[in-house]
Structures are given as C-alpha cells and as structure tokens.
C-alpha cells in the first residue's frame, strides 16, 4: 500500500516550457488536491477533484490545469511555466468520511528559470 | 484576515520543556479544526484534531476556545523529535477542502 505517489521528485523546467506531474492514490479515496507550498505563504490549493470526473478550482488556479483521468489519478499541468511558479507541490487525496485527513504524497520540487 | 493565523517562531525550547503555540481564526462559524505536522522537506501529516471538547493524545493537547476565535497546541515533555512545522487546519467553505495556516516552526534542543 503506497498511498500517495507523486512524479516526478525534482524538475527543472526553463521559462515556457510546459510539463505535467503525476499523482496516484491506492487508497480508493473520492477526493484528489493540489496544493503549492512557497516560504511564508503556507499551504495554497491549486484545485482539487471531489470525485471523479469533476475538478475545481481552489485559491491559485491560474497558469495550471488538472485532469481527473480515473479514481486513482490527478495530474496537474503546466502550459507555459513561470518563474513565479517555482514552488514545491503537493498533492492528497481523503475519503468523504473523514475529509479532514488528507493524505499527502512526497511532493514536487519545481524550479522555473 | 486570513482564515487561520499563526505566528511562524522559531520556538527554540530544550528537550522536558512544555511548549504552547497558539493559532486564531477568522470563521466564527467553524466546528473543527486541526493540527498538521510537518518534517523538514517532507509532506504534511495530521497530528490531531480539536472539536469543542479539546483533544489529548499523550503529551499532546489541542484545545479550541470560541470565545476568542483561537485553538492551541500543547506539548509536555518536548523531545528532540517533535522538532517540525506545525500547521494550523480550519475546513474551508463546502466539500472537503481544508485552510492551512503557514505554520509555526518548533526546534527542540539538548
């Protein structure tokens, strides 16, 4: 039982190029995330997928995209990258009846020159 | 204001201290809330959570006052592991999205 994986770990991308990470749940949850993390700014949602076939966005949705491709995976996208989305990225998963456990994977290191 | 606020430390104690953060928020009509733990580059993790009528686990206690809109986090007996990020957690709006305050730092020395 792996619970949250995530792909890749580190990335370096240069100013517009585009990329996607991987996230992947086995723990049968309804509800997938993504979330940035930068210094003093905490935990933001990206957006977030309540069950499959539906996605919404959180606080920073723009200059990313997401697609809830079966229960078990949610990948976000990035079109054109910017420096200002140079972050670490998280991604979770939680059941409905307990949605106040969410279980993160390891996260992604992103540096956008 | 930010939904959950807390202050970032560092709370530098030596190891057998007790040690207490505080954390306020905005949404007077919340009814939960939570404390996550963080490790130095590694993911969050729910420590414990806080309804009305507090919440211990060991020598961990999280109590929420709604008079004054803040929660607390009290650890007895700090070890040298309990060193993290502690993040404050408040359930945002509908579904089953969470607030994550930006966290306060604890380093627990010899």
């Known amino acids: 039982n792996a619970g949250v994986t995530q792909t890749p770990k580190f990335q370096v991308l240069k100013t517009g190029q585009s990329m996607t990470l991987q996230c992947a749940q086995d723990m049968n949850h309804n509800s997938m995330y993504w979330y940035r993390q930068d210094p003093g700014m905490g935990l933001r949602l990206i957006y977030y997928s309540a069950s499959e076939g539906t996605t919404d966005k959180g606080e920073v949705p723009n200059g990313y995209n997401v697609s809830r491709l079966n229960k078990r995976e949610f990948s976000l996208r990035l079109e054109s990258a910017a420096p200002s989305q140079t972050s670490v990225y998280f991604c979770?998963?939680?059941?409905?009846?307990?949605?106040?456990?969410?279980?993160f994977g390891p996260g992604t290191r992103l540096l956008v020159l | 204001r930010k939904e959950v606020e807390q202050d970032p430390g560092p709370f530098n104690v030596p190891e057998g201290a007790t040690v207490a953060f505080n954390c306020t928020y905005s949404n007077s009509a919340s009814q939960s809330f939570f404390w996550y733990r963080q490790d130095c580059r590694k993911e969050p993790k729910l420590l414990m959570s806080v309804y009305s009528s507090g919440n211990e686990d060991g020598r961990f206690t999280a109590q929420l006052n709604r008079a004054s809109q803040y929660i607390s986090l009290l650890i007895r007996d700090s070890k040298l592991s309990d060193s993290a990020t502690y993040l404050c957690v408040s359930p945002t709006g509908g579904g089953n999205k969470l607030t994550f305050g930006t966290g306060t730092q604890l380093k627990v020395e010899l």
């Open positions: 979770a998963s939680s059941a409905p009846w307990g949605a106040e456990t969410q279980y």
